[in-house]
């Protein structure tokens, strides 16, 4: 694919949560919480003007929904700063000073005043319908491997509510996450190559774990801006797998194209969205289709001009007629069915060569049935003919969510400006030269110059220094070796390879800590283990995790045999096979060595095996 001749235009949004010790406006912990909650409130949001006196396109399409929204409060983890029912507190100075590190790790310019703005978000996931965000640095640089990437904005804000669940018309969410503090990180899109997206994309995620971050599932969260020549600007939120990231940008780039190829084959025919909806009950009064006879009402548009493009495929699986009905789904319709689908679930030919005649199609003509309760019928089609409109314009701004496949999902317009407004309850914070220095000057060390170091430091190959900075393991693995003395490789291929496999096999290695790698280690120097038994020794101590390590590896029957227990069964194994030995002399040691191994079961080190098995064969020959 020619990206250069495509226009093709790139920039990234991440959002990090920041280990700091309480919420940004709030003394609340930032620990997330299974409890049952102790109190459930319930709201209502509503869009309301920006400072510039207009509303955002985003959240006025947000309110049009309807939602209702409940709120778990919890009596040790959330306040009523989370409920919006009590002014926020002043700003988190670690959580800022936590920013002025990442600032200056990207050679950002840091602003001299931090000011509060609300940001409009009436999806439920902020009580008050805003989110609370503001600018700490601008216009810093990455050098990468394709060269300078201008990072545009850091911002530090409030991270959103937890989505529960949704049910009798209410979407719940859980308080505990609301407030944590977010750096956001926005780069420019100067990025014209899927490669060097993920390779700005994998950088910016290892500057920020060098710092005070939070680890694990959910805490940070990449957003993808693109666009094409012909196209528009489309956000995709979580893009979480650098390794689909290309998949992702090549998908989206099919579907502006054929968007692009949709809209002027359309003009080509004059095509337009009649504004009428029709009534269609009568039509399907005997049908045997289960989802229409289930539905209250039946009703339909026509869409002249559209026959044969509804059905167009966007994304592999994924049709225009599929982007029309996500745009109806948001009303709460399911079920939604298009011209050039049809005869389908359960809609006969005859019905629809009735429907046909009924509303007058044309040649080229398409139509969009929609059956549902009457007022969601309604509005849904409201939607069905605004994305249809739309289509004769091209590619839409859209944000739109990352699917695992590859592929992408229509979720609520681009936000605008419009949706920014002063924070008043809360004064500007000015950020001095005396604040920002100490910080500057001891800046933690980089992951590049971190593996460089280790590889010297440690004599590691690059494979495994690379792994252990790239898994966030190089501070586990120096600080076990300077308590500790024993084996650098043995420590690091634990830390970055073995764990990793232990935790495909569904184990939970985020419960083992620093302690346990350090008493793990210390039975390995003691020669009270071998090293095969060390990936062992890590899944029985996660089973495990309050019990002492020693007695573990004693209980699981992986501590040391002694040296005379070692020559016992070694020299069994070598009469058992005394023809063998006498045939092939030390040519016997291989097959030899493998059956100790067997018999030993990673209870003796196997350089002493190897030197014990030799002087018996010795002996007999």
Do not use: W
Not at 382 to 390: F, I, S, T, Y
Not at 420 to 441: C, G, H, S, V, W
């Amino acid at each position: 694919m020619d990206y250069e001749k495509l226009g093709l235009k790139m920039g990234l949004e991440i959002h990090q949560q920041l280990n700091s010790a309480h919420k940004l406006f709030c003394q609340c912990r930032t620990e997330l919480v299974d409890d049952d909650f102790d109190e459930l409130i319930e709201r209502k949001l509503r869009p309301t003007q920006s400072e510039l006196g207009e509303i955002d396109r985003a959240a006025l399409q947000e309110s049009l929904r309807g939602l209702n929204f409940r709120y778990e409060n919890f009596a040790d983890h959330t306040c009523l700063v989370e409920n919006d029912d009590e002014p926020p507190h002043s700003l988190n100075e670690e959580a800022l000073d936590i920013c002025i590190t990442i600032a200056c790790l990207m050679n950002m310019h840091i602003v001299d005043e931090f000011h509060t703005m609300r940001k409009q978000v009436i999806d439920g996931s902020n009580t008050g319908g805003f989110q609370r965000t503001g600018m700490v640095a601008t216009d810093g640089y990455l050098e990468t491997p394709y060269g300078k990437v201008v990072i545009e904005s850091l911002g530090l804000e409030e991270d959103a509510a937890r989505r529960i669940e949704t049910k009798d018309g209410f979407t719940e969410f859980r308080l505990d996450r609301l407030g944590i503090p977010l750096a956001e990180v926005t780069t420019d899109p100067s990025m014209h190559h899927p490669d060097q997206v993920r390779e700005v994309a994998y950088m910016l995620g290892q500057i920020l774990r060098s710092t005070n971050v939070k680890r694990g599932l959910g805490t940070i969260r990449q957003d993808l801006n693109i666009s094409i020549a012909e196209g528009a600007r489309v956000e995709i939120k979580g893009v979480q797998d650098l390794d689909l990231m290309g998949e992702i940008v090549n998908r989206e780039i099919q579907r502006q194209l054929v968007l692009i190829d949709i809209k002027k084959e359309l003009a080509s025919r004059n095509a337009e969205v009649l504004d009428e909806i029709h009534d269609l009950d009568e039509l399907f009064k005997d049908t045997e289709s289960k989802i229409l006879k289930s539905a209250e009402t039946i009703k339909a548009v026509v869409l002249k001009g559209f026959k044969g493009l509804i059905g167009c495929e966007v994304q592999p699986g994924r049709r225009f007629g599929t982007e029309i009905a996500s745009y109806a789904k948001k009303r709460g319709v399911s079920g939604i069915f298009h011209s050039d689908e049809l005869p389908a679930y359960g809609i006969s030919q005859e019905e629809t060569d009735k429907v046909a005649e009924f509303l007058n199609i044309g040649e080229d003509d398409g139509f969009i049935i929609v059956a549902h309760d009457e007022d969601i019928a309604i509005s849904a089609l409201e939607e069905v003919k605004r994305r249809a409109a739309l289509g004769l314009e091209g590619v839409v701004e859209e944000t739109r969510k990352a699917l695992e496949d590859g592929n992408t999902e229509y979720m609520r317009p681009l936000p605008t400006a419009n949706r920014m407004y002063l924070e008043t309850d809360i004064p500007l914070f000015k950020i001095t030269q005396d604040r920002i220095d100490p910080i500057a000057n001891n800046l933690p060390e980089l992951p590049d110059v971190k593996q460089t170091r280790i590889i010297e430091e440690y004599g590691l190959s690059e494979d495994l220094a690379t792994q252990l900075v790239k898994r966030q393991e190089a501070d586990i693995f120096e600080a076990v070796l300077t308590d500790v003395d024993v084996d650098a490789t043995s420590v690091a291929s634990l830390l970055a390879y073995d764990l990793r496999e232990i935790r495909r096999e569904g184990h939970d290695i985020t419960v083992l800590g620093l302690d346990h790698f350090k008493e793990i280690f210390t039975l390995l120097s003691e020669g009270k283990i071998a090293k095969d038994s060390l990936r062992k020794l890590a899944v029985e101590t996660i089973k495990a995790p309050d019990a002492d390590v020693a007695e573990i590896a004693q209980e699981n029957n992986l501590t040391m045999l002694s040296e005379e227990d070692i020559v016992k069964i070694i020299s069994e194994v070598v009469a058992k096979n005394e023809g063998m030995v006498k045939e092939r002399q030390m040519g016997a040691m291989g097959p030899l060595m493998g059956m100790c191994m067997k018999q030993l079961k990673g209870k003796a080190d196997g350089s002493m095996v190897n030197k014990t098995l030799r002087e018996e064969i010795q002996k007999l020959i």
